[in-house]
Nanobody, 125 residues
Framework: QVQLAESGGGLVQAGDSLSLSCAAS????????MGWFRQGPGKEREFVAL????????YYADSVKGRFIISRDNAKNTVYLQMNSLKPEDTAVYYC??????????????????WGQGIQVTVSS
């Protein structure tokens, strides 16, 4: 059974940077794409970023493109989300997720089979 655990969230000011980590266990991490999603207050969960299984391809939501960077270290079974130039609208619970099938869309929550418990990121203005 795959388990995912996020860490690194917290409270920062607008313009600051923050790095999230997601440690995976219970599966062959390097075989699967990994994504980050977020859910703001009163909003639906939305796609943020995805890394292909080997990290060679990445995709980003338009709202974070140029500010966030997704990366992974398969030797450590960990995926990262470096968040720069944070804005108050980035405030959300952030989730990492694992996608078993490389086919299909990368931005839909139903494409991901395993999820972390989520971690709060709050950006004050």
């Amino acid at each position: 059974q795959v388990q995912l655990a996020e860490s690194g969230g917290g409270l920062v000011q607008a313009g600051d940077s923050l790095s999230l980590s997601c440690a995976a266990s219970g599966g062959t991490f390097s075989d699967y794409a990994m994504g980050w999603f977020r859910q703001g207050p009163g909003k639906e969960r939305e796609f943020v970023a995805l890394s292909s299984s080997r990290g060679g391809r990445t995709y980003y939501a338009d709202s974070v493109k140029g500010r966030f960077i997704i990366s992974r270290d398969n030797a450590k079974n960990t995926v990262y989300l470096q968040m720069n130039s944070l804005k108050p609208e980035d405030t959300a619970v952030y989730y990492c997720a694992l996608k078993l099938d490389y086919r299909g869309t990368y931005f839909a929550t139903y494409e991901y089979q395993y999820w972390g418990q989520g971690i709060q990121v709050t950006v004050s203005s």
